[in-house]
């Protein structure tokens, strides 16, 4: 066996963020994953080959707590009451609704995938 040397290179230091929430788009094969630090990244799920292309990130006075995709849109909401459409081209907020109602916990797609609905918590 021949000798050899290793050489580690660390250009920055990462720290892992837990996963919150996950949404699938089937039609575009993309994955969002909300993570605890309130970023979202976006994976690319094509032939089964998943490749990370991009991260929107967090905002600390915001939280996510469910995610949807509606015809190829990305929408999020939270603890702060807000349903929010992202710009996947600018990676930043495009849209926001005020629930109003309290906390947004969850939400979902109805079985015709052309109406979303959310479950809001009143204080």
């Known amino acids: ?5 290793v050489h ?10 837990a996963i919150q929430v996950i949404a699938f788009d089937d039609s575009e094969k993309k994955l969002a994953v909300g993570r605890a630090d309130n970023s979202i990244e976006i994976w690319n799920c094509k032939e ?10 967090g905002d600390s006075g915001r939280s996510v707590e469910s995610l949807a995709w509606l015809r190829g849109r990305l929408f999020s909401a939270g603890l702060h009451g807000d349903l929010t459409e992202y710009d996947l081209s ?14 947004i916990w969850c939400m979902q797609l109805n079985c015709a995938k052309d109406c979303l609905a959310v479950l809001i918590s009143s204080l």
């Open 1 to 5: 066996m021949s000798d050899f040397r």
């Open 48 to 57: 089964n080959i998943f490749h990370h292309e991009k991260t929107i990130h």
């Open 90 to 103: 600018r990676l930043r907020p495009k849209t926001t609704s005020l629930a109003s109602g309290g906390a």
């Open 8 to 17: 580690r290179v660390r250009f920055f230091q990462y720290t892992p963020q």
